[in-house]
């Protein structure tokens, strides 16, 4: 029951993409969608508490939510056994034990114009442990090929993949309160891959979480250890720096008809320092502490909402602050304003198409968003940004209609055009700010700006739980290719990505 469902992980996303659809669909409503990874046991309360509605007739189901509803009962059914057995427990009063292991895989496989066709395997074995409802033990690792060619990863590569823990933790309940310890990927905000202040495609993080819900309101926080930075000490010689994050987060859930999230985290770190008691107290406003105690960390401040005014439309956004100039006294108070947001919406079954959508998203990173002037607080971790992967200085309009044909065929149609500035999270802090005279005003995006557009067209197939296959082809087109002034590049992509469960022996 304490179990988390990878969030960011292939194998798995189907379950995050079937539950969005039953809730913008109004059969679910109780799930935080902007507080990921979700609990296996909470999804497990919700399918039950639909059932009995179904079963009492209070609703009707129409395709394709027949279809999303059994797919995730049958994902789900020990834990909704589980529950069920709770509400009424055997006289012997038995504790369940349960140990069970396995194999995850992945096929991403890329067939671009003009290069070598490349095929990119995945492995996560795994072994999982369960003792009654209060207690869980996982750990997952990952033997990945794709990650092998990743430029930000920098470990171990053995004959072509990389290999490390994606998840390796010891869950427990406590009164009002559940404890998460040891390593786990976390995504804060309302559409996954575009979360603004903690996005599922960063790094899973080593860290000590505590979260409690009490009727509407959701109130999670925790410290994690970062990367360490290495540098160069007084004399010369190689050393590391410290680093760590400590976010806090609570979520409201209005009526089912709405949620609210306000988060908030924090970078830090130097040499020889070690975690603050300031930011490990999740009471503590944390930009307040970093003034008090005159140090010079990263603060994010961040607010998202989601909004159903009636059944299948829903409408989302998230606003991401990192820094906002308040006074005007000096030459560094001109500093633009560190800004990311993100807003649309998804209209499901329109003009009466059952089984179809319709998603609209726009999204906007200012210049020196997720930077600094302190290399140890950039919001990076492993060198990949802990927030929405596009990055600073660059924004992207995208929309999508999709639609299921039959139970576990779907296809989906999208575009999207993007502009990518020269500025990034790792530029030089040269603050051109300070060295101007009177107002600063920088373009948007800066410099040579690179523009895009991509056309995609995907085929997606579902065999019960076990198996899942997509098909795509992409067309690309780019102007001022990498913010090369003039150069272009256009090219078509087809990719083949197929994830199938391999479950081991367990009691």
């Given at each position: 029951?304490?179990?988390?469902?990878?969030?960011?992980?292939?194998?798995?996303?189907?379950?995050?993409?079937?539950?969005?659809?039953?809730?913008?669909?109004?059969?679910?409503?109780?799930?935080?969608?902007?507080?990921?990874?979700?609990?296996?046991?909470?999804?497990?309360?919700?399918?039950?508490?639909?059932?009995?509605?179904?079963?009492?007739?209070?609703?009707?189901?129409?395709?394709?939510?027949?279809?999303?509803?059994?797919?995730?009962?049958?994902?789900?059914?020990?834990?909704?056994?589980?529950?069920?057995?709770?509400?009424?427990?055997?006289?012997?009063?038995?504790?369940?034990?349960?140990?069970?292991?396995?194999?995850?895989?992945?096929?991403?496989?890329?067939?671009?114009?003009?290069?070598?066709?490349?095929?990119?395997?995945?492995?996560?074995?795994?072994?999982?442990?369960?003792?009654?409802?209060?207690?869980?033990?996982?750990?997952?690792?990952?033997?990945?090929?794709?990650?092998?060619?990743?430029?930000?990863?920098?470990?171990?590569?053995?004959?072509?993949?990389?290999?490390?823990?994606?998840?390796?933790?010891?869950?427990?309940?406590?009164?009002?309160?559940?404890?998460?310890?040891?390593?786990?990927?976390?995504?804060?905000g309302q559409r996954s891959t575009g979360e603004m202040i903690l996005s599922e495609n960063a790094f899973p993080l080593d860290m000590v979480q505590l979260q409690g819900g009490w009727g509407a309101i959701q109130a999670t926080a925790f410290f994690a250890f970062l990367s360490s930075l290495a540098v160069q000490d007084s004399l010369d010689n190689p050393t590391r720096v410290n680093r760590y994050l400590s976010?806090?987060?609570?979520?409201?859930?209005?009526?089912?008809?709405?949620?609210?999230?306000?988060?908030?985290?924090?970078?830090?770190?130097?040499?020889?320092?070690?975690?603050?008691?300031?930011?490990?107290?999740?009471?503590?406003?944390?930009?307040?502490?970093?003034?008090?105690?005159?140090?010079?960390?990263?603060?994010?401040?961040?607010?998202?909402?989601?909004?159903?005014?009636?059944?299948?439309?829903?409408?989302?956004?998230?606003?991401?602050?990192?820094?906002?100039?308040?006074?005007?006294?000096?030459?560094?108070?001109?500093?633009?304003?560190?800004?990311?947001?993100?807003?649309?919406?998804?209209?499901?079954?329109?003009?009466?198409?059952?089984?179809?959508?319709?998603?609209?998203?726009?999204?906007?990173?200012?210049?020196?968003?997720?930077?600094?002037?302190?290399?140890?607080?950039?919001?990076?971790?492993?060198?990949?940004?802990?927030?929405?992967?596009?990055?600073?200085?660059?924004?992207?309009?995208?929309?999508?209609?999709?639609?299921?044909?039959?139970?576990?065929?779907?296809?989906?149609?999208?575009?999207?055009?993007?502009?990518?500035?020269?500025?990034?999270?790792?530029?030089?802090?040269?603050?051109?700010?300070?060295?101007?005279?009177?107002?600063?005003?920088?373009?948007?995006?800066?410099?040579?700006?690179?523009?895009?557009?991509?056309?995609?067209?995907?085929?997606?197939?579902?065999?019960?739980?076990?198996?899942?296959?997509?098909?795509?082809?992409?067309?690309?087109?780019?102007?001022?290719?990498?913010?090369?002034?003039?150069?272009?590049?256009?090219?078509?992509?087809?990719?083949?990505?197929?994830?199938?469960?391999?479950?081991?022996?367990?009691?």
């Amino acid at each position: 029951m304490m179990e988390t469902v990878p969030v960011g992980d292939e194998v798995y996303r189907w379950t995050y993409e079937y539950l969005d659809e039953l809730y913008v669909r109004g059969l679910i409503g109780n799930l935080h969608l902007g507080t990921k990874p979700y609990l296996r046991g909470e999804i497990a309360g919700e399918l039950l508490s639909l059932r009995e509605r179904l079963n009492r007739e209070q609703i009707t189901l129409e395709f394709p939510e027949d279809v999303l509803v059994q797919e995730l009962e049958n994902e789900f059914s020990s834990e909704i056994s589980q529950l069920r057995l709770e509400a009424d427990p055997p006289k012997d009063k038995t504790i369940n034990r349960e140990f069970s292991c396995g194999l995850d895989f992945h096929e991403g496989s890329n067939f671009k114009s003009s290069r070598k066709a490349a095929f990119l395997e995945t492995l996560w074995p795994y072994a999982k442990a369960r003792i009654g409802s209060n207690f869980f033990a996982c750990t997952r690792y990952m033997i990945d090929e794709n990650l092998a060619n990743d430029p930000s990863y920098s470990g171990k590569v053995w004959r072509g993949f990389a290999g490390d823990a994606a998840q390796a933790y010891l869950a427990f309940r406590l009164p009002y309160f559940k404890v998460l310890a040891g390593r786990e990927r976390v995504a804060w905000g309302q559409r996954s891959t575009g979360e603004m202040i903690l996005s599922e495609n960063a790094f899973p993080l080593d860290m000590v979480q505590l979260q409690g819900g009490w009727g509407a309101i959701q109130a999670t926080a925790f410290f994690a250890f970062l990367s360490s930075l290495a540098v160069q000490d007084s004399l010369d010689n190689p050393t590391r720096v410290n680093r760590y994050l400590s976010g806090h987060r609570i979520s409201l859930n209005l009526f089912s008809k709405a949620q609210l999230g306000f988060s908030e985290t924090i970078v830090y770190g130097g040499k020889d320092r070690r975690v603050e008691a300031y930011y490990v107290n999740p009471l503590l406003w944390y930009h307040g502490a970093q003034i008090n105690e005159n140090r010079d960390d990263n603060t994010f401040f961040a607010f998202d909402f989601n909004l159903r005014p009636k059944r299948n439309l829903l409408f989302f956004g998230e606003l991401l602050i990192d820094d906002l100039q308040i006074e005007n006294k000096s030459q560094a108070d001109k500093e633009p304003n560190e800004l990311g947001y993100t807003g649309g919406f998804s209209m499901l079954d329109p003009a009466g198409l059952n089984g179809w959508e319709l998603n609209l998203e726009y999204t906007r990173i200012n210049n020196w968003t997720y930077n600094q002037s302190l290399e140890q607080n950039r919001y990076l971790h492993r060198d990949r940004l802990l927030g929405n992967p596009m990055g600073p200085d660059a924004d992207d309009l995208a929309v999508g209609v999709s639609t299921w044909w039959r139970k576990g065929l779907k296809s989906e149609i999208s575009f999207a055009r993007g502009r990518k500035g020269e500025g990034g999270v790792d530029s030089p802090w040269d603050q051109p700010w300070v060295s101007s005279v009177g107002d600063y005003h920088e373009e948007f995006p800066s410099g040579v700006v690179q523009t895009s557009n991509r056309l995609g067209l995907a085929w997606e197939y579902s065999y019960q739980r076990v198996l899942h296959c997509t098909i795509g082809w992409e067309y690309f087109n780019f102007e001022n290719y990498q913010n090369v002034k003039g150069q272009k590049r256009n090219f078509h992509q087809l990719s083949l990505n197929l994830s199938c469960r391999l479950r081991g022996p367990g009691y």
